[in-house]
């Protein structure tokens, strides 16, 4: 096993079956947006100002579907090629370019609608892949990394599991694309654990570090598996809130950041890194988040839901009275409904 890890163990072909992950989780988000929003919104009504996630019920249905379950095929084939790239790099190379989903994402929507992109579109998918981009770049010329210590992954699993919850609070307190944003972000810090966690294992099994049964290695996939369903259900309700290119965008910035940073804690991946090159990164994370608030607040789904508050008076990312919310489902949802799924 050894031998062949060190025959297969070169950044391109890791690079590659990253770059295919990507390709398999903007299919995926695509296909799951749209079953969830046909299941969330029945017969096209949507309310701008709505704070009511996907009921269990209405994801059953669409887990039913076969879009949904082709999906779900998709995004398990991307987990997969995903995985065996973290065997095979350090998490700082990986991980960030995952951000090729974001502008695969608005193509495939491109198609599926017929539309083109508004300019702040553009400008959003061209700063979120240019910040991970510097990122990566940044971040693989120091990465190291070294068999992860339990204390470490108990820490880090403890902290992860707080910033999720409060990303969680956040977006079920909101609506529009604030909410959208915050539930995605929750999901992709919790992605985040999940990636941190493979990298940790394989290193551990790898390394000789500890056998595949061991405490530590199955306390690791105990989080890493409850690390996925967390990730998942607020990534699925994150579809019912706003457009997938904006959840796309979500994951595949703030995914890279959180794993880089717990490499950073769990394998020692930036041991050496100088400041300076901290500095750097830091920069190329904010690009990439202005990226994705700019992608999330310009596309034409959240500017629907603008124009829909706007005729009922209320700001469109607060919740409104059911009167006012229930007025404002006419014409401005309709056009809502038509951006989001013709």
């Known amino acids: 096993m050894n031998t062949l890890h060190q025959a297969m163990a070169h950044p391109g072909i890791a690079i590659g079956l990253a770059a295919l992950a990507a390709v398999c989780f903007a299919g995926a988000a695509v296909l799951q947006h749209r079953a969830v929003t046909a299941e969330h919104t029945p017969g096209g009504h949507v309310d701008p100002h709505s704070r009511d996630g996907l009921t269990r019920a209405g994801l059953v249905a669409a887990a039913r579907t076969p879009g949904w379950l082709f999906g779900l095929a998709l995004a398990a084939g991307g987990t997969t090629l995903h995985a065996l790239a973290l065997v095979l790099a350090p998490l700082s190379v990986v991980q960030p370019i995952g951000v090729l989903a974001v502008p695969i994402a608005v193509l495939i929507s491109m198609r599926r609608t017929h539309r083109r992109p508004t300019a702040g579109v553009v400008v959003g998918v061209v700063l979120a892949v240019t910040g991970v981009a510097v990122f990566v770049l940044t971040a693989a010329g120091s990465a190291t990394s070294t068999p992860a210590a339990d204390s470490a992954m108990a820490l880090a699993g403890a902290i992860v599991a707080l910033v999720v919850v409060a990303f969680a609070a956040l977006g079920l307190a909101r609506s529009g694309w604030v909410r959208c944003v915050a539930l995605a972000t929750g999901g992709a810090v919790a992605f985040g654990l999940v990636s941190a966690l493979m990298r940790a294992v394989s290193q551990l099994v790898t390394t000789g570090a500890s056998a595949i049964i061991s405490p530590a290695v199955l306390t690791a996939l105990g989080g890493l598996v409850a690390a996925l369903l967390a990730g998942g ?29 717990l490499g950073v804690v769990l394998l020692g991946e930036g041991a050496s890194t100088p400041v300076v090159i901290w500095l750097q990164l830091l920069v190329a994370a904010g690009l990439a988040v202005v990226g994705v608030v700019a992608l999330a607040s310009h596309h034409p789904d959240a500017l629907a839901r603008r124009e829909a508050a706007a005729l009922a008076g209320v700001p469109a990312t607060r919740p409104a009275p059911r009167s006012a919310s229930r007025s404002s489902v006419g014409s401005g949802s309709r056009r809502e409904h038509v951006l989001h799924r013709r």
């Open 233 to 261: 259900w607020l990534v699925q309700q994150a579809f019912a809130a706003g457009a997938p290119e904006v959840v796309v965008a979500c994951m595949t910035v703030v995914d890279p950041i959180v794993a880089v940073l």
